[in-house]
């Protein structure tokens, strides 16, 4: 029986999956999966199936780090992807959450092996101030893939997203609503750098600017919500 502290983070990977499902982030096929470190810091919680539409709680697997099942239990595609998670935990102390999907813009900068650059401001509040890099390709899973995600983690170390080039996004946040809302910022990003393309040369906004858009998001989210009054 889990634990009220397991349900409730079973019930967050849940939210994370309807608000991207209902976003319209996702690609036609709804594929995606969701992980989040429990406390104790050595078992994941992963959606046990490809498709994250009408995900249900107990359709998420309780995982070690080493990839054996704890709980529950996960389907082929999915089993393919756990070392994609593990490697970002391993190597990112500050992660709790990585989320994996293929949004259709963000994966066609993926598809066509190149970084996004931080050509707008949503990207530059919640993404980062460097572009964001391509983890060169191997197979789904395949040790060469993950090796490849190790090394744009090791050059990026601050980086909160990456693209798995000619497959897919992989984001990672300090909770699952922050790496949701990652998700999100990058996709918007990606579809306005496309569209921008379109009208000529972007033009990324300065590192400067970037760290300093940043800061003024984090600024105002530690005053809180405004009252009358306040």
């Not at 239990?73 to 393919?80: F, L, R």
């Not at 994609?84 to 259709?104: F, G, K, N, Q």
């Not at 066609?108 to 970084?115: E, G, I, N, T």
């Not at 060469?144 to 990672?172: D, M």
């Amino acid at each position: 029986m889990p634990t009220p502290e397991v349900a409730a983070f079973r019930q967050s990977v849940v939210a994370s999956a309807d608000a991207l499902v209902r976003s319209g982030t996702l690609s036609a096929s709804q594929h995606g999966n969701i992980s989040v470190l429990l406390p104790e810091g050595d078992q994941i919680l992963l959606t046990a199936r490809s498709a994250l539409a009408n995900l249900r709680g107990e359709e998420i697997a309780r995982l070690g780090l080493g990839g054996d099942v704890r709980e529950g239990q996960i389907d082929p595609t999915s089993a393919e992807i756990i070392r994609m998670h593990t490697v970002v935990y391993e190597h990112r102390p500050d992660v709790r959450a990585v989320i994996h999907t293929h949004s259709p813009y963000a994966t066609a900068f993926a598809v066509a092996s190149r970084p996004i650059e931080i050509c707008a401001e949503v990207l530059a509040r919640w993404v980062g101030s460097e572009p964001i890099p391509v983890a060169p390709y191997g197979p789904r899973g395949s040790e060469a893939s993950v090796a490849n995600i190790e090394a744009v983690l090791r050059e990026h170390p601050r980086a909160s997203a990456l693209l798995l080039e000619h497959h897919g996004v992989l984001v990672w946040g300090e909770n699952v609503e922050q790496a949701t809302r990652i998700a999100l910022a990058l996709e918007e990003g990606a579809q306005l750098a496309l569209l921008a393309s379109a009208l000529g040369p972007l033009r990324p906004i300065p590192a400067e600017g970037a760290l300093g858009t940043q800061q003024r998001r984090l600024e105002f989210e530690q005053q809180g919500t405004l009252t009358v009054g306040s």
